[in-house]
């Protein structure tokens, strides 16, 4: 059989031992054979071939065609490959689910960790994702009403979340209590406009120029990080 070699390794990806892969090349070649047959023609000890053929059969690559005497044929090479790739990506699927599992915040690329966000509509879109995909809390720190409005339907349709209001805004402290939310009124001694949305461990801190272009021009700076979110939320008194 030509390129021998490269097919064994190529069997060998898909999973078969090298005992497997050379007796799977001796059945596709050969034809239907016994087990002393395949011992003579691939050099694999007798005692072996019987737990070589077995896995052979539970990965569907031979089939018995006789019991007495034991004999065994190749199912079609198509087939049986096509059936050890699925077999093989269902695996490879497993795997990156286990390691996604793994994969710590540390590890991630540095554009996984932070982002800048320009534009009244990339900042909206964001904020409004965070307060859709959270699960435990949500933290509206120095929030506009602008902002409240837009992220309103949310939170009222947001069971079980921790939802509190920290900020100045009386209009947006009092639509918050009507909403049935924890409020505090806080003072903000920035001379921008300056907002924090925190949503389990996301931070969007959104920036606005004191002018009349204020809510037009957002500038957002989302971070992916926990500490970063705690942090914010120790500073805002353990809001979060």
């Not at 390794?9 to 047959?37: F, H, N, Q, W």
């Not at 539970?58 to 044929?73: I, Q, Y």
């Not at 924890?182 to 925190?198: C, G, I, N, Q």
Request: net charge neutral; with cysteine.
């Amino acid at each position: 059989m030509e390129d021998l070699s490269m097919l064994l390794l190529t069997l060998g990806r898909l999973g078969l031992s090298e005992y497997g892969a050379k007796t799977y090349a001796a059945l596709v070649e050969g034809g239907p054979s016994g087990v002393g047959s395949l011992a003579r023609r691939t050099g694999i000890p007798r005692a072996r071939l019987y737990d070589v053929l077995q896995r052979l059969r539970d990965h569907a690559f031979v089939e018995v065609v006789d019991e007495r005497p034991l004999r065994f044929k190749a199912r079609p090479p198509r087939d049986a490959l096509a059936d050890a790739v699925r077999f093989l990506e269902a695996q490879v699927e497993q795997a990156a689910v286990a390691l996604e599992s793994l994969y710590t915040r540390e590890h991630r690329p540095e554009a996984d960790l932070g982002m800048v966000l320009q534009g009244t509509a990339a900042v909206r879109r964001k904020a409004r994702r965070m307060v859709e995909e959270a699960k435990r809390r949500v933290l509206l720190l120095q929030c506009l009403p602008e902002t409240f409005r837009e992220l309103e339907d949310l939170l009222q349709a947001r069971e079980g979340l921790t939802c509190r209001v920290a900020t100045d805004s009386l209009p947006v402290l009092a639509r918050a209590r009507e909403l049935g939310l924890a409020t505090v009124s806080v003072r903000s001694p920035a001379r921008f406009l300056h907002e924090t949305l925190v949503a389990d461990d996301q931070v969007l801190t959104i920036y606005s120029p004191r002018s009349s272009r204020a809510l037009q021009d957002r500038l957002g700076f989302w971070v992916g990080l926990p500490e970063v979110a705690a942090a914010v939320c120790e500073a805002a008194g353990g809001l979060g």
